[in-house]
T-cell receptor, first 113, second 118 residues
C-alpha cells in the first residue's frame, strides 16, 4: 500500500532564507503526488501536484517541487520564505484511479523575523 | 464558487452521545470524500461518494461511523456512541471527476469540523 514519510516534524527558517521540505513515498507504480498547506483553523490548500512529464513542478505562492523517482522523493522548495508561509505542510500520494489519498504526518514551518 | 463548507465548525459532546456533521461540496462536484485528522498527523481517508453512491467504506474506522449522501449533493457523517478517541478534526473534500479522463482530479477541502469528546 502506498505511504508517505515526512522526516521533519518541525522546521524553523529565517524570513528571506530558502526552504526545503522533504517527502519520501512508497508506491508500486508511478504515483500522483501533492503538496498541501494548512494554516491554523483552515482547510488544506493545494500548493502543487505531479502527475507525469516534467519532474520539476511549479506551484502557487512561489513554491516548487521536484519528483525524483530514483530516490522516491518529492521535496518542496521555496527560494525565499515569507512570514506568511508559516503553516503546516503535508505531502500526499494517490495511485491512478485510486481515491485513497495517503498523507504524511506533516511538517510545521516556523518563520523567524 | 463558494468552496466546500462544513457545519458545525466545532462540536463538543459527552462520551456515548451521537454526533452528525454536514458537508456541502462545491456545487458541480460529483465526488465527495471524508477524512479524519488527529493532532500531529495528516488526514486519514475514511470514505468517498460518487454522486449518491458510496464507493468505498472499508476504511471507516468502525461500525459506529456511517456516512450518507442521499441526493448526491451534501453529505453527512455520523458517529454513534462517541468515544474519547474520536476527538479529531473531520475534513470533507470534493472533486469533479470527468469520465474518460485518466488524470486525477484535485480535491478541494473544507475547513473541517473539530470534535471534542469529553
Amino acid at each position: 500500500a502506498q505511504s508517505v514519510t515526512q522526516p521533519d516534524i518541525h522546521i524553523t527558517v529565517s524570513e528571506g532564507a530558502s526552504l526545503e521540505l522533504r517527502c519520501n513515498y512508497s508506491y508500486g507504480a508511478t504515483p500522483y503526488l501533492f503538496w498541501y498547506v494548512q494554516s491554523p483553523g483552515q482547510g488544506l490548500q493545494l500548493l502543487l501536484k505531479y502527475f507525469s512529464g516534467d519532474t520539476l513542478v511549479q506551484g502557487i505562492k512561489g513554491f516548487e517541487a521536484e519528483f525524483k523517482r530514483s530516490q522516491s522523493s518529492f521535496n518542496l522548495r521555496k527560494p525565499s520564505v515569507h512570514w506568511s508561509d508559516a503553516a503546516e505542510y503535508f505531502c500526499a500520494v494517490v495511485g491512478y484511479n485510486n481515491n485513497d489519498m495517503r498523507f504524511g504526518a506533516g511538517t510545521r514551518l516556523t518563520v523567524k523575523p | 464558487d463558494t468552496g466546500v463548507s462544513q457545519d458545525p465548525r466545532h462540536k463538543i459532546t459527552k462520551r456515548g452521545q451521537n454526533v452528525t456533521f454536514r458537508c456541502d461540496p462545491i456545487s458541480e462536484h460529483n465526488r465527495l470524500y471524508w477524512y479524519r485528522q488527529t493532532l500531529g498527523q495528516g488526514p486519514e481517508f475514511l470514505t468517498y461518494f460518487q454522486n449518491e453512491a458510496q464507493l468505498e467504506k472499508s476504511r471507516l474506522l468502525s461500525d459506529r461511523f456511517s456516512a450518507e449522501r442521499p441526493k448526491g449533493s451534501f453529505s453527512t457523517l455520523e458517529i454513534q456512541r462517541t468515544e474519547q478517541g474520536d476527538s479529531a478534526m473531520y475534513l470533507c473534500a470534493s472533486s469533479l471527476v470527468k469520465s474518460g479522463l485518466a488524470e486525477y482530479n484535485e480535491q478541494f477541502f473544507g475547513p473541517g469540523t473539530r470534535l471534542t469528546v469529553l
